[in-house]
């Protein structure tokens, strides 16, 4: 909290998140423990933090100097081919689903794993509907390319990119290419730019890993156990490591501004974000929290885009499209 009121951070989706890897009941339970913890950290922190479902609570939450706790659920595989715990999950608070994380699901292919679908199966098709129809908005960040253009055939709404950063400068299928931009602007959606140093820069993620960083992060692995955060943070804190001791090719904040302005010429201004994926993956060196946020905002000025552009990348833009589907809810 002290480092999101330092970086001016009046608002950020909690990601509900397990690995792919986890299905069925198992996975629902511990995705309703997630929840829960988004709930009950609002509850210990009310002068700090608010729920909030709708973009109307952010202006609220702002009114009151506190902020706004939205939450996505980052895997379709925690619906447990159930849309009536897709309903469940959206009544608790839930106000996007990714569709795939870097597993394919039953229903859905992943860009992290081999084609199983071709896209979108017909269920999941019907999720695509669901999720219109409940008001929840609809990312396809880890999905396949298939995936994504199935996604734009069936969704009535917008949808978004919740943390995927471009092509052109890093070529990892996490990222959407030129023209994957162009049709999510066409669908009016908003990609929101990832600060992955992997999806920032080439260098970095085509860099090969030498023994000793394999070593590191393979004991790093075995001292964490089943504990995935851990392995993801011990991960992050080696890479960084790597990088500040040259051992890694470095990668500072600026990348950030480079994919910011590579996807407002390509999409347009009105499809742009921030995704951040700040405690999910390598943070670029000078962007290592929340509170480094301002320089991004400097950064854009100093560039010449306009206050209210500005405003439209910090966050603007993604209220836009959490409008429009809270609007159509029911509609479709």
């Known amino acids: 909290i002290p480092r999101m009121r330092e970086g001016g951070l009046d608002a950020a989706f909690f990601s509900i998140w397990i ?9 629902v339970k511990r995705a309703l423990r997630l929840i829960d913890s988004v709930r009950e950290a609002v509850k210990r922190h009310p002068k700090d933090l608010m729920l909030a479902t ?3 609570d952010i202006r609220r939450a702002v009114g009151e100097r506190k902020i706004a706790a939205f939450m996505g659920m980052e895997g379709g595989h925690m619906i447990d081919e159930d849309l009536a715990v897709l309903r469940t999950y959206a009544a608790l608070g839930v106000r996007y689903l990714t569709l795939t994380h870097s597993e394919n699901t039953t229903w859905a292919d992943s860009s992290g794993a081999m084609p199983m679908h071709d896209g979108l199966t017909s269920f999941g ?3 695509v509907r669901e999720l219109n129809r409940l008001g929840v908005m609809v990312d ?3 999905a396949a390319d298939s995936t994504f253009y199935d996604t734009l055939e069936v969704s009535k709404a917008p949808v ?3 943390h995927s ?3 052109a400068i890093s070529n990892s299928p996490r990222n959407m290419t030129d023209d994957m931009l162009r049709a999510l602007a066409k669908n009016g959606g908003v990609v929101m730019i990832n600060y992955n140093a992997a999806f920032l820069s080439e260098e970095f993620r085509a860099a090969p890993r030498s023994g000793e960083l394999r070593a590191q992060t393979e004991a790093a692995r075995k001292q964490c156990g089943e504990d995935q955060a851990c392995s ?4 992050e804190q080696i890479n960084r490591e790597a990088m500040l001791s040259g051992r890694l090719p470095m990668v500072t904040w600026e990348k950030i501004v480079e994919h910011v302005d590579h996807a407002v010429k390509v999409a347009g201004i009105d499809h742009v974000g921030l995704g951040s994926d700040f405690d999910g993956a390598t943070m670029p060196i000078g962007m290592e ?3 480094k946020l301002p320089r991004i905002t400097d950064a854009l000025i100093k560039k010449g885009y306009s206050e209210n552009d500005v405003r439209k990348i910090l966050g603007g833009n993604l209220f836009r499209v959490m409008e429009h589907v809270e609007k159509a809810a029911g509609s479709y």
């Open 140 to 142: 396809i960040s880890h």
């Open 125 to 127: 098709t019907d999720v």
């Open 160 to 162: 978004i990119a919740s």
């Open 232 to 235: 993801i943070l011990a991960g």
């Open 54 to 56: 709708t973009a109307n």
């Open 19 to 27: 690995p792919g890897t986890v299905t069925g009941p198992p996975a």
């Open 289 to 291: 929290d929340a509170s």
């Open 165 to 167: 950063s471009c092509r």
